[in-house]
């Protein structure tokens, strides 16, 4: 598969038929980085997927020499993902697609708010197939790789102690996310 998913992702327009609004769950710059129109925004979470470091970002926050690290969801039975879901409008997709067409697919998913109800809609995850997928290393490897990278859109530790921030501020405890952020400001020491 190709890294570019805008074509794939623009066939999903069709389960938007008739609707005027979808919700969107963002786990990582979607939380700290809503550059598009939205209706309302709750935090919220998704069962079953656990963020990590995993993806290769060429466009946004490394190069296609360089590539940085950002974040993509992991199938993991029983954990739960903490984020942020906004309700938008069908049209903000063509945004969304072209922000995050270096492998992200969108998949539908429930996503449960903080009072307990829940909605169906949409989360952009990039798995393993896609050609920008860099997989697992070790914490203080990824701290290191992030350490090292920028993009167009600013440098990759930016991104990471963005993230870290606005889980904070929701509150939430992501161990991977926060010792990743600790090995970073470790090399950032030195
Ligand atoms: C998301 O934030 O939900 C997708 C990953 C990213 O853009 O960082």
């Not at 938007?16 to 919700?23: A, D, E, K, L, T």
């Not at 969304?96 to 809609?121: C, P, Q, W």
Request: with cysteine; aromatic share 10%.
């Amino acid at each position: 598969m190709s890294a570019d998913t805008i074509a794939t992702n623009k066939l999903m327009d069709k389960l938007f038929n008739g609707r005027r609004s979808v919700w969107l769950f963002g786990y990582g710059s979607l939380i700290f980085k809503a550059d598009f129109p939205f209706v309302e925004r709750r935090p919220a979470s998704i069962m079953n997927w656990t963020r990590r470091f995993w993806q290769g970002s060429h466009d946004h926050r490394g190069t296609e020499k360089s590539p940085g690290r950002v974040v993509t969801l992991i199938p993991r039975a029983g954990a739960i993902c903490e984020g942020m879901a906004y309700l938008v409008t069908p049209q903000v997709f063509g945004h969304l697609d072209h922000r995050e067409k270096n492998g992200y697919l969108r998949f539908v998913t429930d996503m449960i708010f903080e009072d307990g109800s829940s909605a169906e809609g949409l989360v952009y995850i990039a798995t393993k197939e896609n050609a920008a997928y860099l997989g697992p290393a070790s914490e203080l490897d990824i701290a290191r790789q992030i350490a090292a990278s920028a993009g167009p859109s600013g440098r990759n530790r930016d991104y990471l102690t963005d993230l870290a921030g606005a889980l904070r501020d929701l509150g939430k405890h992501d161990p991977h996310v926060f010792a990743i952020e600790r090995h970073l400001m470790e090399l950032e020491e030195h």
